[in-house]
């Protein structure tokens, strides 16, 4: 997953319960991303950050909130979780030179 | 094999056969387009881009051509190997590389 980690790995929630999916990158790029996947879908987008202190919202942001305090870590919180956001969580980064979107193994996540 | 039209979920093809797989795309203005392929469990691994100057480029057994009059992107896949099975999505740049995502074709590959 080209240095793009995640965690957790997984997380069941009851409805109302709040969470932050952690996303972190080893390779000094300055943008990321969070998608979200539902089953048998593409991934939508969520929210980006271009650069360390900057975010801007994606096609789905209802919900949530991100934080990206660093370069190396992006973070996406759920303050209060609905099944609705029941999803698998991609983070992904772009390299600066050729533009390629590199993806991590993604947070699974279940409310209840 | 091949999947036409808008999205067809699955695709099974023949061992050694060539696979081709359809995508049509909303944004005449996208400058940026790329394929995806995606294993159960993991996450999206970059397959091949293209950018909207050309119309074909070749990879390592991949080939992605562009259609800019219809919106219409394909993956040629050659020689169709069991470790192909995937799902394969298709994604255009809607600016700034936010990334447009289709509904994805589950491809299977028969022995």
């Known amino acids: 997953n080209a240095g793009v980690t995640q965690t957790p790995k997984f997380q069941v929630l009851k409805t109302g319960q709040s969470m932050t999916l952690q996303c972190a990158q080893d390779?000094?790029?300055?943008?990321m991303y969070w998608y979200r996947q539902d089953p048998g879908m593409g991934l939508r987008l969520i929210y980006y950050?271009?650069?360390?202190?900057?975010?801007d919202k994606g096609e789905v942001p209802n919900g949530y909130n991100v934080s990206r305090l660093n370069k190396r870590e992006f973070s996406l919180r759920l303050e209060s979780a609905a099944p609705s956001q029941t999803s698998v969580y991609f983070c992904?980064?772009?390299?600066?030179?050729?533009?390629?979107?590199?993806f991590g193994p993604g947070t699974r996540l279940t409310v209840l | 094999g091949e999947s036409v039209g808008l999205h067809l979920p699955t695709l099974s093809v023949q061992e050694g056969d060539n696979s081709i797989i359809n995508c049509a795309y909303s944004?005449?203005?996208?400058?940026?387009f790329i394929w995806y392929k995606q294993e159960s469990g993991k996450g999206p691994q970059f397959i091949i881009d293209i950018r909207s100057n050309m119309d074909k480029r070749q990879g390592q057994r991949v080939t992605v051509l562009l259609n800019k009059t219809v919106k219409h992107l394909s993956l040629q896949i050659a020689a169709t190997q069991p470790g192909d099975s995937a799902v394969y999505f298709c994604?255009?740049?809607?600016?700034?590389?936010?990334?447009?995502f289709g509904a994805g074709t589950t491809v299977t590959v028969r022995a």
């Open positions: 390779m000094n790029h300055n943008s």
């Open positions: 992904a980064i772009r390299t600066s030179g050729n533009n390629e979107q590199f």
């Open positions: 950050s271009a650069s360390e202190g900057t975010t």
């Open positions: 994604a255009e740049n809607m600016g700034d590389y936010k990334l447009s």
């Open positions: 944004n005449s203005a996208s400058d940026y």
